[in-house]
């Protein structure tokens, strides 16, 4: 009984913190502009005067009326507001019947002299304001906070592709040689061992100079790279599963070598599928981030944790460190979230145990 008991249990307190973290990664990045502090596309609006400020900086600032706007669905599907709001940081201003008078920030803390501007251009009612930024601003003065929660986005979705394609691509190979073993199987073996022999990282870097490194090509490559070890996984369950009394039960019967691979043998081989693809997910996020620090990934204006460490390395001796810092735990949780949820779910379908 306690046996039985041990192996229904709950997950772990931090599997759930795990998935949790996960789920409010997913919600953010689902959400997207519609919640960032810069709702530019890609969080991408450059402020150079505010650049390098410290966590926590507030800013006054006045900004232009809107001639164009666009609609919340079209912000959410575009990444973002593709007709940027043109605003300036300022230190103080006044304010006239028909004009405003202000004095423009300057990091450097020197003295400006009052500039007037006719009111005609600003937003009425809603032309002035303080911006906060909890996280800071990076070199070129764009949000950091904003910048992250961008970057969600890429890592979620370069994990999810790359699983896919690891599936989609993995498991019909190991299902055809774990079944049909022979020649089928010797071909199949010796592609994966061809693929197997190179290093991941330099076969996508190999994807990606040959096709460009845009955002598919970075996906397909990291996925393309994945598929080698769900084939072996799949090819060894099937191996001891294609033995079992059913599976003869069903060749007997004349059931088709298709329904026998996957409503009979692959419904039984799925549990360590299923834990792999866990792994596959981290790993899937650090070779992103590895691709886009070395400028191979994701590139700029879209963010990406893996390139915002690549933009702020420089500053690690500093004070601004966390500029680095910052992305870095991100992808170190968001890596190991998926990691402990593999544990929690091998130790879940280990039959062993009971």
């Known amino acids: 009984m306690s046996l039985r008991l041990e192996n229904r249990r709950v997950f772990s307190i931090p599997a759930k913190l795990g998935f949790g973290f996960i789920c409010l990664l997913t919600l953010v990045a689902i959400l997207g502009s519609l919640i960032r502090p810069d709702d530019s596309q890609f969080a991408n609006d450059q402020q150079v005067a505010l650049a390098l400020s410290s966590p926590g900086f507030n800013v006054n600032y006045i900004q232009y009326k809107e001639t164009e706007t666009q609609s919340k669905l079209e912000m959410w599907y575009s990444g973002g507001r593709q007709i940027p709001k043109k605003w300036i940081p300022i230190e103080s201003y006044r304010e006239t019947e028909d004009s405003v008078f202000c004095v423009v920030y300057n990091s450097g803390n020197q003295v400006l002299s009052e500039a007037k501007m006719n009111l005609e251009q600003w937003?009425?009612?809603?032309?002035?304001?303080?911006?906060?930024?909890?996280?800071?601003?990076?070199?070129?003065?764009?949000?950091?906070?904003?910048?992250?929660?961008?970057?969600?986005?890429?890592?979620?979705?370069?994990?999810?592709?790359?699983?896919?394609?690891?599936?989609?691509?993995?498991?019909?190979?190991?299902?055809?040689?774990?079944?049909?073993?022979?020649?089928?199987?010797?071909?199949?073996?010796?592609?994966?061992?061809?693929?197997?022999?190179?290093?991941?990282?330099?076969?996508?870097?190999?994807?990606?100079?040959?096709?460009?490194?845009?955002?598919?090509?970075?996906?397909?490559?990291?996925?393309?790279?994945?598929?080698?070890?769900?084939?072996?996984?799949?090819?060894?369950?099937?191996?001891?599963?294609?033995?079992?009394?059913?599976?003869?039960?069903?060749?007997?019967?004349?059931?088709?070598?298709?329904?026998?691979?996957?409503?009979?043998?692959?419904p039984n081989a799925s549990a360590p599928i299923i834990v792999m693809s866990a792994s596959n997910f981290a790993a899937a996020i650090l070779i992103e981030a590895g691709l886009s620090f070395l400028g191979l990934g994701i590139q700029m204006p879209q963010s990406s944790w893996g390139n915002m460490i690549r933009e702020s390395y420089a500053y690690i001796t500093t004070d601004m460190a966390y500029l680095a810092v910052v992305p870095g735990v991100c992808i170190m949780l968001l890596v190991l979230s998926f990691m402990i949820i593999g544990n929690s779910l091998r130790d879940k379908f280990d039959v062993k145990s009971a």
């Open 123 to 266: 937003n009425n009612g809603n032309w002035a304001g303080t911006r906060s930024f909890l996280l800071g601003t990076d070199k070129y003065g764009r949000d950091v906070l904003s910048r992250l929660m961008s970057g969600i986005s890429v890592s979620l979705l370069v994990g999810i592709i790359a699983v896919f394609i690891s599936l989609l691509v993995g498991v019909p190979l190991g299902l055809l040689a774990g079944y049909y073993r022979g020649n089928v199987d010797a071909v199949i073996q010796f592609g994966i061992q061809v693929i197997w022999s190179i290093p991941t990282l330099l076969f996508v870097m190999a994807i990606c100079v040959a096709f460009g490194n845009h955002l598919w090509v970075v996906f397909f490559g990291v996925g393309l790279t994945m598929w080698v070890e769900v084939a072996r996984v799949t090819r060894g369950q099937v191996l001891s599963i294609r033995e079992k009394e059913y599976v003869a039960a069903a060749q007997i019967a004349g059931v088709s070598h298709f329904r026998i691979l996957f409503f009979h043998i692959l």
